[in-house]
């Protein structure tokens, strides 16, 4: 995957060929002549389907994932856009879908924005810990897995507590080696190991919440694979 800085995704500057500007729509990479493209045109442009049933999310650099519709209309002159990423709305390969443990519930709010953006969730309770764990949970390119199991404790005063750390299983380790910082310690939750990632920020709970503390989590995971 290419970063942000990479020709490619110098999306403040028109191409210097035609003056098009780049978007890289599910590992195809369009060029639009003007500086602002509809999803729906996007989409089309790359070789999919805009009538299929997509989950449709455009990935800023620091900023959450933002789930996105056909009308949506992106600025390519915005700093830091990545990609736009499609997901069908439904994979069915057969078998039953595997049950859902919900054993306590989130916010409304927090439910609708994890289904927006296509994740799976449950939420499983540990003694008197509350997790929300992510499964097959997409990791940026540079590790040597490509999706882990992202666990996030609820604390019961949530939103007015915050949201602290994240836990991964299996252990994320680089491509080219080296210990990641602060990832060391190692968390049991429903019996298996997972391991700590202890990053931390102020916590406001007039503006935070899971949406900001997965920001915070694909954050933390791109930083350590990036130059």
């Not at 997509?54 to 994932?65: M, N, Q, R, T």
């Not at 990641?180 to 310690?185: G, K, R």
Request: hydrophobic fraction near 35%; aromatic fraction near 6%.
């Amino acid at each position: 995957m290419h970063t942000q800085n990479s020709p490619e995704h110098r999306h403040g500057q028109p191409h210097q060929h035609g003056h098009a500007w780049k978007l890289n729509v599910q590992g195809v990479i369009i060029e639009s002549l003007h500086p602002t493209i509809l999803v729906r045109d996007a989409i089309q442009k790359a070789g999919f389907d805009p009538t299929a049933a997509w989950i449709i999310v455009l990935k800023i650099a620091g900023e959450p994932k933002k789930p996105v519709d056909l009308s949506t209309e992106i600025d390519l002159r915005h700093e830091g856009i990545e990609k736009l990423r499609l997901m069908p709305k439904q994979i069915d390969n057969g078998e039953a879908p595997l049950p859902r443990r919900l054993d306590f519930a989130l916010l409304p709010q927090d439910e609708t924005h994890l289904d927006r953006l296509g994740l799976r969730w449950e939420t499983v309770l540990d003694g008197q810990r509350r997790w929300l764990l992510l499964p097959c949970y997409q990791v940026p390119a540079g590790y040597m897995a490509a999706h882990t199991t992202i666990a996030i404790e609820f604390p019961t005063s949530y939103p007015a507590a915050q949201l602290d750390m994240f836990y991964c299983h299996p252990p994320l380790i680089r491509q080219t080696g080296g210990d990641i910082p602060q990832t060391q310690q190692v968390e049991t939750i429903c019996g298996i190991p997972h391991q700590r990632w202890s990053r931390h920020r102020q916590w406001d709970s007039s503006r935070d919440s899971l949406t900001t503390h997965l920001a915070l989590v694909d954050e933390s995971l791109r930083r350590e694979v990036e130059a």
